[in-house]
T-cell receptor, first 114, second 115 residues
Framework: DQQVKQNSPSLSVQEGRISILNCDYT??????FLWYKKYPAEGPTFLIS?????DKNEDGRFTVFLNKSAKHLSLHIVPSQPGDSAVYFC?????????????FGQGTTLQVKP | NAGVMQNPRHLVRRRGQEARLRCSPM?????VYWYRQLPEEGLKFMVY????????ESGMPKERFSAEFPKEGPSILRIQQVVRGDSAAYFC?????????????FGSGTQLSVL
């Protein structure tokens, strides 16, 4: 039962252009959403988050959009830089258990070409 | 301000042996989560612990796996009688509380290889 899905395993973007990573979820009880970035042989690092009461949160080059009716969130990176090349995971929290655990998507590998 | 510390970074075990993975949360954090990442997959929740208590173990396999977070010392994820399918990266994360808008801080993981 995959509650959080990232349907694009990989994405390739030219440096300076916009990167858009997508994430869909099925559990309408989720109320907090996060994006993590992961380099090989390292743990995930927090990037940006959004509460369900908002539809947009911006932090520098990174913006997260939330469409609750569609159960969809996206991460926009603009302009993209080669150092952004990594695996990006979306994560959702909430639901019936409500213990604070995060449910992760499968990840999208972003490659930013110089 | 040290982050989440996991050791060892790499652990090799033969089938049937025991694996012990350690996690020291960030200073001031009393909530620990364990996740497993199988090859080509995302991170799967295993267990959530507070000091001396298991809060949510809904992601733990029913047999051979156990976790603890004692009053003193690191959290331990223990896998008995390992099998090849246990080969994965195991990540520990910590947070200072259970506030739902609190992010988790992850360690660098332990890569378990079962021969």
């Amino acid at each position: 039962d995959q509650q959080v899905k990232q349907n694009s395993p990989s994405l390739s973007v030219q440096e300076g252009r916009i990167s858009i990573l997508n994430c869909d979820y099925t559990n309408s009880m989720f109320d907090y959403f996060l994006w993590y970035k992961k380099y090989p042989a390292e743990g995930p690092t927090f990037l940006i988050s959004i509460s369900s009461i908002k539809d947009k949160n911006e932090d520098g080059r990174f913006t997260v959009f939330l469409n609750k009716s569609a159960k969809h969130l996206s991460l926009h990176i603009v302009p993209s830089q080669p150092g952004d090349s990594a695996v990006y995971f979306c994560a959702c929290r909430g639901g019936s258990s409500n213990t604070g655990k995060l449910i992760f998507g499968q990840g999208t590998t972003l490659q930013v070409k110089p | 301000n040290a982050g989440v510390m996991q050791n060892p970074r790499h652990l090799v075990r033969r089938r049937g042996q025991e694996a012990r993975l350690r996690c020291s949360p960030m200073k001031g954090h009393s909530h620990v989560y364990w996740y497993r990442q199988l090859p080509e997959e995302g991170l799967k929740f295993m267990v959530y612990l507070q000091k001396e208590n298991i809060i949510d173990e809904s992601g733990m396999p029913k047999e051979r796996f156990s976790a603890e977070f004692p009053k003193e010392g690191p959290s331990i994820l223990r896998i008995q009688q390992v099998v090849r399918g246990d080969s994965a990266a195991y990540f520990c994360a910590s947070s200072p509380n259970q506030n739902l808008n609190e992010k988790l801080f992850f360690g660098s993981g332990t890569q378990l290889s079962v021969l």
